[in-house]
């Protein structure tokens, strides 16, 4: 996550939902939480989450293809 341009911190936050283990397969999942003004406008969407397959989920109630 810290490696995610800054661009993107005034919309999102960047960070772990799960941490990453260290084992064989790595394991993982990532979120991006709406913050500020993306927050207040973004309900739909809200939280975006993709693990280490690739599986994206969200926090709203749109749908996958409308957000990602």
Known sequence: PA?????????YTIEFFVTPT??????????????GAQGTRDTK??????NQQGARTLTGT???????
Do not use: K
């Open 3 to 11: 490696q995610c341009d800054t661009e993107v911190s005034t919309h």
């Open 22 to 35: 260290g084992a064989a397969p790595m394991a993982f999942t990532l979120q991006a939480v709406p913050q």
């Open 45 to 50: 969407c809200a939280t975006l989450r993709i």
């Open 62 to 68: 749109g749908t996958e293809a409308e957000c990602w």
